[in-house]
């Protein structure tokens, strides 16, 4: 009766028959049979010890289910669906002295297994971003890479390594010379975590690529990179980007790069730079002959910093790629700068975006690079700046003619000007994956969005009810974009979204998420899949939208609290609809709801006054009440003659009979004194 009452999961009288049919007095278990051991967990791929197997076993005995019941080997010799201990052998994963060093290190420091990280120590890169390490886990990561020959490419972005991290990083960095490429941005490693990474690079020279941008750095930690960048020969890329080296750190870093002949690549924007800083920096640069990519964006260089880069361009012949976006540069300190421009035949690249250029100083660089022959330029980038259509028209002349791109903004007075390389790359896009991530990042799913525009149940959209629902949902395309988007979705070319094509698109974009995230676990970055690329795109394409256009940003932000909120079908409905008489009416029923909790009030407060009243005179109050009862019920009739017509005129009323159901058609008895502000509401 015990066993009876014990058992936890065999439920089938057929068992329940054999066991005791048997005079089986226990559960027993035997490990023979693969699906078994696969019950136990000793097929999990890593060796176990003997005291973990033997309490594992005694836990499982505690639980009774249909292999226990019997001896599979012996009772059924010709279980089909059972495979043989002679005929099945799992494969043990063999796994590499780097894993082993890792899984070892992470039980000592109890720190939970990576297993990503585990798996890329095989690997030639390790890419490892925002994983929230922290310095333990670091350590780890260190202690597993110390005698790893087989990675060169680490990132460990955003780990919150720390300063503790980072020291880890560096004693790494001591004994394996096989990395070449080494991410540590934005780890807060601060200079007492980054002084044995510098040691290491400083001592072995492996080192190819260097990021160390958002670690906080300060202007006194700006001397510990100046023998990196002057004394080493193998480092090419440096990028020590958001940090605050501000001017004496420029000034300590332009002196290093006089001497620089290996680094090819300079990253030092976000630094607050500013005048000195931009000169120190500029003097270095007219000394260099290595560096052919330079950012200085976000510096504040102004004045001083385009007098004296100007000076760095007419004598500097290896500088291709020149960043000074964002850097205080009106039309006096373009003019400056342009002076150095014409005269060098090596820049080719010049970016002088988010600068107060006005539409003069755009006039002038156009000038100046149509009417030089000596200067190299072939893409100047001017993106934020509005231009005239005139201005549009000359540098798509020049571009036709000489090839040199002028990337302006806006043509002033042109609707949907400019290039909104993003808007129309969507419309390249599928176009269910497109609505698909648009519905996932506005927050509702497109087959809702579907349905609410189907007033008429027939489970198909026209083309103009499907933009309507678009456009309330606020996507971030042109009508010219969006119309192409739709007519791609319209596979038969009938005119018509059907509800089957909408959810055959659901399965497809379900399908490509599952290759997104079976990729990303690959070590393979988000832009390279298909969906991947398609969220980003959609994402600066709303970012652009919301910060260019304020009545853009309020209708997102509208239309997120609306969803918040739960609107019912008949509201989804009638708002989606976009028709602004609809809306009214919708407003005018949500009035008169927030109106129906408030008529039982003011019936006891008339009653209750009614009786105050008739107290003090009957005769007076007899009279009155009679005109108040006429006259109420004058307002009564008008209210309910003026309900009926506005019923009637809204389209599809009979189909949704609950859209004004809230609505209380009883007298009600009003005081006089509020008549004139009850009826103006209402009607």
């Not at 076993?57 to 289910?65: C, E």
């Not at 060093?101 to 992470?106: D, G, H, I, L, S």
């Not at 972005?157 to 001591?174: E, F, R």
């Not at 506005?646 to 009003?670: A, T, Y």
Request: charged share 30%; hydrophobic share 35%.
């Amino acid at each position: 009766m015990s066993n009876f009452v014990t058992r936890c999961k065999s439920a089938d009288p057929y068992s329940i028959m054999t066991k005791y049919r048997m005079n089986r007095p226990g559960a027993t278990r035997r490990a023979k049979s693969a699906h078994i051991r696969r019950l136990r967990g000793d097929l999990c791929g890593s060796e176990r010890s003997d005291e973990h197997t033997r309490a594992e076993s005694a836990d499982m005995h505690s639980v009774t289910t249909a292999a226990d019941l019997y001896d599979f080997d012996k009772d059924f010799p010709e279980d089909l669906d059972q495979d043989d201990e002679e005929d099945f052998e799992h494969p043990k994963v063999q796994l590499s002295p780097s894993q082993e060093v890792y899984r070892k290190a992470c039980r000592q420091l109890n720190v939970i297994i990576s297993q990503f990280f585990s798996r890329k120590l095989v690997t030639e890169s390790v890419i490892m971003r925002h994983h929230e390490l922290g310095p333990k886990g670091g350590k780890a990561c260190a202690l597993a890479l110390m005698n790893n020959s087989s990675v060169t490419t680490l990132d460990l972005t955003d780990n919150d390594l720390g300063s503790a991290g980072g020291s880890y990083i560096g004693a790494m960095l001591q004994d394996n010379h096989f990395i070449i490429d080494l991410t540590l941005a934005d780890n807060k490693l601060k200079i007492d975590g980054t002084r044995d990474v510098l040691k290491a690079i400083l001592d072995y020279d492996c080192i190819t690529s260097l990021n160390l941008s958002g670690n906080g750095y300060r202007e006194c930690d700006a001397e510990a990179f100046q023998p990196i960048i002057e004394d080493t020969t193998k480092l090419t890329r440096l990028n020590l980007s958001h940090n605050e080296f501000r001017e004496e750190g420029g000034e300590v870093l332009g002196q290093a790069i006089e001497f620089s002949e290996t680094l090819v690549d300079l990253d030092l924007s976000w630094n607050h730079l500013r005048l000195s800083g931009g000169v120190a920096l500029a003097i270095g640069l007219e000394l260099n002959r290595s560096i052919k990519k330079l950012n200085l964006a976000w510096n504040g260089l102004y004045m001083d910093g385009c007098k004296a880069m100007a000076s760095a361009l007419e004598v500097n012949k290896t500088l291709e790629d020149l960043d000074l976006s964002s850097n205080r540069i009106n039309k006096e300190c373009l003019e400056k700068l342009l002076n150095g421009v014409k005269k060098n035949k090596t820049l080719k690249v010049l970016k002088l975006a988010l600068n107060p250029l006005t539409t003069a100083g755009a006039a002038l660089l156009l000038s100046t690079v149509k009417n030089s022959t000596d200067h190299g330029l072939q893409l100047v980038d001017i993106h934020t700046q509005v231009v005239e259509q005139a201005y549009a028209t000359q540098a798509a002349l020049l571009k036709e003619e000489r090839g040199v791109e002028i990337k302006h903004g806006i043509v002033r007075g042109q609707e949907n000007s400019g290039e909104d390389t993003d808007g129309m790359e969507l419309v390249d896009e599928n176009p269910v994956l497109v609505l698909m991530e648009f519905g996932k990042l506005m927050g509702f799913r497109l087959m809702d969005l579907f349905a609410a525009l189907d007033k008429d149940g027939s489970k198909s959209l026209d083309k103009v009810e499907i933009m309507t629902g678009l456009k309330f949902a606020n996507i971030p395309l042109t009508d010219k974009a969006l119309d192409k988007l739709i007519e791609k979705l319209d596979e038969d070319g009938s005119g018509e979204i059907e509800f089957s094509e909408m959810m055959a698109g659901q399965q497809e974009h379900r399908a490509k998420m599952n290759k997104m995230y079976k990729a990303t676990q690959q070590s393979v970055d988000v832009e390279d899949t298909e969906i991947g690329r398609v969220r980003l795109k959609l994402q600066r394409l709303m970012a652009k939208q919301m910060a260019n256009n304020p009545a853009f940003k309020s209708r997102v932000e509208r239309f997120q609290q609306s969803l918040s909120k739960g609107f019912n079908n008949a509201e989804i409905a009638v708002r989606m609809t976009g028709n602004r008489r609809d809306v009214n009416r919708e407003k005018v029923r949500q009035r008169r709801e927030s109106m129906a909790s408030r008529k039982s009030s003011a019936l006891l407060d008339l009653s209750g006054l009614n009786k105050e009243n008739k107290s003090k005179s009957n005769d007076k109050h007899s009279v009155e009440s009679k005109v108040d009862k006429n006259t109420v019920s004058e307002v009564i009739s008008e209210q309910s003659e003026q309900t009926d017509n506005i019923s009637n005129d809204i389209p599809g009323v009979e189909d949704s009979p609950d859209i004004f159901s809230s609505l209380s058609r009883k007298p009600i008895e009003k005081d006089l004194g509020r008549k004139k502000g009850w009826m103006d509401m209402h009607v």
